[in-house]
């Protein structure tokens, strides 16, 4: 049961009158400490080796059968897997932990790989809505178009797709980049908190909006920008992190990066920086 | 959530009622209370086909108060008086169900006075009119729906067809889709979304002579583009015009005799997947409905917000 007591120090949002009180208590979260590297225990990982290779034909699985047999197979050490015959379907690859090399030989419905921390997808097809939701690292690189909400709150990682993308890419992204070959809908990086999104073709009305931090680089036409949304001018930072990223994503190489626009927030609605230390890492 | 799917064939015809049957039940998820499909047959184009219905079905699930069977055969008697009142000939009568009916009638006045007397009978609902259109929609899913009515074997060039989750009205024939663009001959819509300000257009529309069957916010598409098209815009016209005249999210479809049309919103909130080659369109809520009938390797996007699109045949 956590204590409750009272800061005797006052922060300025105390003295606004917010949360007088703070909550001590024994922390339930688990912080990597090097010395104790050999025991620590990332839960629902596995050790896997890259040239260990094996195919898992999908056509009469379900999503749920799928992604256990894909886990088994991780347990037994393999460390690329080859999906064939994805045909659309939903929640495929999500919720995996460790390094692997996972190819779709086909497209993937709604929420594929979703909730992922290290692996290298490419998916040989198109993916639905709300590809690789939640993505806290690794590179996922789609090889045609996708749905909406692609890479929906991602936190970190590569995610690519090399044709167009729906409405609200980007939505709710807290880290990471998002690189879209082509075309991109409305309201991309609405409500954007941190983190790149690339856009080498058009976008749609609403761009941007109401975003908090971030930055969206554009290298069309835009519909229109969304609330709090505003042009900024490139640095010769923006063009070298452009080159590069562009490069490991394989597109865009005739692109003059230099021309894109660049979006970031007008911080008129929200702003991290007005914040204290403290609300920031709630906040975020 | 609601699941739609649709397909045209360009310039040929093809089993159209096992293969919206196949996206539709593969939508099931996206919608369990009941399933309707608007079929365009190979039919000789020289009689109207009057699909109509004279009660609910009572059955598992519905919502609808239970009546007599014995009520349906009395309306029945009606609407065949009625018919011949008008002027109308039978050339070929089907008993589908208890409640619902076939009729090939020969009528060359004006429907929607043939409409208003046929649906002034208590409980009588016209589902649809059309020389082509064959509409069929009731409880159950895909599957039990194409069974009970024989759909599997029907050809034709193109077809919608909906997955419908009741939120908003009752689980019962008129408020499932696809509704029929009264009163326009084979003209039929399905949707997925809400529209916000149903109530609105319905009293506009309703001072203008139109008629709602039904609560559902769905019916006012159908509405909404038969009184643009009443008054002599084209098909695509009367969509573009829904992007602004209807708020809330949508994607819908609508089909006539020799065409097929989708409008997405422009928030684009409702999904859709679409397939186009030279000889065939197909789309779905979602890519699985287009894999069930093209399980190869084929190319889909998602049609941007505030997309209409119309194809012929």
């Avoid at chain 1, 909406?148 to 409405?167: E, M, P, T």
């Avoid at chain 2, 009588?124 to 259109?133: H, P, T």
Wanted: aromatic share 8%; charged share 25%.
């Amino acid at each position: 049961m956590a204590n409750l007591k009272t800061n005797q120090k006052k922060t300025k949002a105390q003295s606004m009158g917010l949360h007088t009180e703070v909550l001590t208590g024994k922390t339930q979260q688990k912080f990597f400490n090097p010395d104790e590297a050999e025991n620590f225990f990332y839960w629902g990982t596995h050790d896997v080796d890259f040239n260990k290779r094996t195919e898992l034909d999908v056509k009469d699985m379900d999503c749920k059968e799928a992604n256990e047999k894909i886990d088994k197979l991780m347990s037994e050490g393999y460390g690329t897997i080859v999906i064939k015959n994805p045909q659309g379907k939903h929640s495929l690859g999500v919720g995996i932990l460790n390094k692997l090399n996972l190819i779709f030989e086909g497209s993937l419905g709604y929420f594929g790989v979703g909730s992922i921390d290290g692996p290298i997808v490419r998916v040989n097809g198109r993916v639905g809505w709300s590809c690789a939701e939640n993505m806290m690292a690794g590179k996922v690189v789609i090889e045609k178009n996708a749905g909406s909400c692609f890479g929906a709150a991602i936190r970190g990682g590569d995610l690519i797709c090399k044709g167009s993308v729906g409405a609200r890419t980007g939505i709710d992204q807290k880290g990471g980049s998002i690189i879209v070959g082509g075309d991109a809908g409305a309201f991309t990086g609405f409500m954007m908190q941190r983190g790149r999104i690339v856009i080498l073709g058009d976008v749609g009305i609403n761009l941007g909006d109401s975003m908090y931090d971030g930055t969206i680089y554009v290298g069309g036409k835009i519909g229109s920008f969304g609330s709090d949304a505003v042009e900024s001018p490139m640095t010769k930072n923006d063009i070298d992190w452009l080159k590069r990223k562009l490069k490991v994503a394989e597109i865009g190489n005739d692109v003059d990066v230099s021309k894109m626009t660049k979006v970031v927030a007008g911080k008129k609605l929200w702003n991290y920086d007005a914040l204290e230390p403290t609300e920031k890492k709630g906040a975020i | 959530m609601c699941g739609i799917a649709g397909l045209i064939h360009r310039g040929k015809s093809s089993n159209v009622g096992e293969e919206l049957q196949s996206m539709l039940q593969a939508l099931k998820h996206r919608g369990p209370d009941s399933t309707g499909y608007a079929l365009y047959a190979d039919n000789d184009g020289q009689n109207f086909i009057l699909r109509f219905k004279v009660g609910e079905n009572v059955g598992e699930g519905s919502t609808s108060v239970n009546e007599d069977e014995s009520v349906y055969n009395e309306r029945k008697k009606l609407v065949d008086k009625k018919l011949s009142e008008l002027g109308a000939t039978i050339v070929k009568e089907e008993k589908l169900t208890p409640y619902s009916f076939r009729y090939e009638i020969k009528y060359t006045q004006d429907l929607m006075e043939f409409s208003k007397a046929i649906e002034a009978i208590e409980s009588v609902e016209i589902l649809s009119i059309g020389k082509s259109l064959e509409l069929i929609k009731d409880l159950g899913d895909a599957t039990a729906v194409s069974e009970r009515y024989g759909l599997g074997k029907l050809k034709g060039t193109h077809g919608i067809g909906h997955a419908r989750m009741a939120t908003e009205s009752g689980v019962d024939i008129k408020s499932a889709h696809p509704f029929w663009g009264y009163p326009f001959a084979d003209v039929s819509v399905v949707h997925n979304g809400q529209l916000t300000n149903y109530w609105n257009n319905r009293r506009v529309l309703e001072n203008k002579g139109m008629r709602f069957m039904s609560e559902c916010d769905s019916e006012l598409i159908a509405v909404f583009l038969a009184e643009k098209m009443r008054n002599g815009a084209t098909l695509e016209e009367g969509m573009k015009e829904s992007l602004t005249g209807l708020d809330g999210v949508f994607t819908y479809f609508v089909a006539t005799k020799d065409s097929l049309g989708m409008a997405k919103d422009t928030m684009a909130a409702k999904p859709l997947v679409l397939y186009e080659s030279d000889d065939l369109v197909a789309m779905g809520s979602e890519e699985i409905a287009i894999r069930s009938i093209l399980p190869q390797e084929i190319d889909t996007y998602d049609p941007f917000d505030g997309e209409v699109k119309v194809w012929q045949i």
